[in-house]
């Protein structure tokens, strides 16, 4: 469920139409619901009711700091994956004991920035990054919690390029060697063993491969335990994926996915922390465009929308699907006719979708592409020279810009010309 709807026969994010704001603004631009955000996130949260928990969001989906501090101002932790998202996270408020760090190739510099401004845990991914962490703890005179990423081998069914949980995917230990690794953990002074931690993939719209992965981790709490280690704390993750059109049978919600969670993993007594990304921000976004042209093709029409690849990459990258919208109702029974929905950019691979039927537009109507609110400004890109997209935060009736549009001056000045030219 989303905050934006038609009303009188215009489209708002919440109580803004959204037509004003592109009037503010101009295109293209994503839009954020505050309502929505929140909403996602207290599903998160109150699923795990009942059990010690923490959400942390992961916010690489969408990291931009009105967001970070809509959320954590609700009570989110954070979980990051460079030292720029722990910087983010701190300027948006979130406080060190409420963010993880993920990822395969933390660097030392990244740890001295955790271990020195605050940090609940270091999601380990290997031993080579065990020994660098260590070195780097022992030199702040400090120890670092940690997890360790397993892999436990397990088919996600989610499109290959975000699946993460198979053994011959770059993340984690391979579960089979966890127990080695980890009496390795304990025997380094600057390390402390809090936990175990699992993420299998993204937009995952089964819970079976969650279950399977999260029976595997019980299994592995049981056997740890029993050589010495204290595990108190098991992270499982984000992955549950979002409907991205309305035709399709619904993913699994919040609520039984936290039932699930607490079946397979409750009996442990661990603290439980989860990583949403995708479904607290996805469909918590828009992005808006402007039709630039309609052009006439060999048995197709081509809309050739002002917002391209670079804004959106996800059809290009993942082949993904957004239903697009126009910005203007539809009147009911308008007949619908076919289109290629493409960019400006010159690529093929700047199509956001092929033989789309859409109510019949013009140059200059606005369209929406819904469900663009996770992985869509964060990978966006100034590729062809396009600034980046600016975003919006819609709360009730008020819309505030959270990141301006860079200027073209500000983008080429960038640039620096060596002394020899
Ligand atoms: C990307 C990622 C997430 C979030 O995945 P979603 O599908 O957006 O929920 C969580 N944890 C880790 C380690 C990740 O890499």
């Excluded at 009942?50 to 101002?73: D, R, S």
């Excluded at 699946?163 to 230990?173: C, D, L």
């Excluded at 994926?241 to 936290?258: E, F, K, M, Q, W």
């Excluded at 964060?378 to 590729?383: D, G, K, R």
Aim: aromatic share 6%; glycine share 10%.
């Amino acid at each position: 469920m989303d905050h934006f709807l038609y009303r009188d026969g215009a489209l708002y994010a919440e109580d803004v139409p959204v037509a004003e704001i592109a009037a503010a603004v101009g295109t293209p631009f994503y839009v954020y619901s505050t309502a929505t955000l929140l909403r996602h996130y207290r599903l998160f949260d109150e699923a795990l009711d009942g059990v010690p928990h923490l959400v942390c969001y992961a916010m690489k989906a969408a990291g931009n700091l009105a967001i970070l501090k809509t959320l954590a101002e609700a009570g989110a932790g954070m979980d990051v994956v460079s030292q720029g998202e722990y910087l983010r996270a701190r300027a948006a408020g979130v406080p060190g004991e409420k963010i993880v760090f993920s990822g395969v190739g933390k660097t030392a510099e990244e740890m001295r920035t955790a271990l020195t401004g605050g940090i609940r845990q270091f999601n380990v991914e290997s031993e080579p990054e065990m020994e660098l962490l260590n070195a780097v703890a022992l030199s702040l005179g400090t120890v670092a919690p940690i997890t360790i990423r397993v892999n436990p081998d397990v088919d996600a069914k989610t499109h290959a390029k975000i699946a993460t949980g198979k053994s011959e995917n770059k993340f984690g230990i391979p579960i089979s060697r966890a127990r080695a690794v980890y009496a390795h953990a304990a025997r380094l002074p600057g390390l402390k063993v809090v936990g175990i931690d699992v993420h299998i993939g993204s937009q995952l719209t089964d819970l079976a491969p969650f279950e399977q992965a999260y029976a595997k981790v019980a299994e592995l709490t049981e056997a740890l335990r029993a050589d010495g280690h204290g595990i108190d704390r098991l992270d499982l993750g984000g992955g549950l994926g979002i409907p991205y059109t309305r035709s399709n049978v619904a993913p699994p919600l919040p609520t039984d996915y936290g039932a699930m969670i607490k079946r397979t993993l409750g009996h442990l007594g661990c603290e439980i922390e989860i990583e949403p990304g995708r479904l607290i921000a996805g469909n918590a976004g828009l992005l808006v465009s402007s039709v630039i042209f309609v052009k006439s093709g060999e048995g197709r029409d081509f809309l050739i929308l002002d917002a391209a690849m670079n804004d959106l990459i996800r059809p290009a990258m993942y082949d993904a699907h957004h239903d697009i919208i126009p910005v203007v109702e539809p009147a009911p029974g308008t007949e619908q006719r076919p289109y290629d929905v493409v960019g400006p950019v010159c690529e093929t691979g700047d199509t956001f979708a092929r033989g789309r039927d859409l109510p019949p537009v013009k140059s200059g109507d606005l369209v929406a592409f819904r469900s663009a609110g996770a992985y869509g400004a964060a990978m966006a890109s100034e590729y062809n020279a396009r600034p980046l997209v600016p975003e919006v935060l819609v709360k009730g009736d008020q819309f505030a810009v959270i990141r301006r549009r860079p200027t073209f001056d500000e983008m080429i000045n960038r640039d620096s010309l060596p002394s020899w030219l």
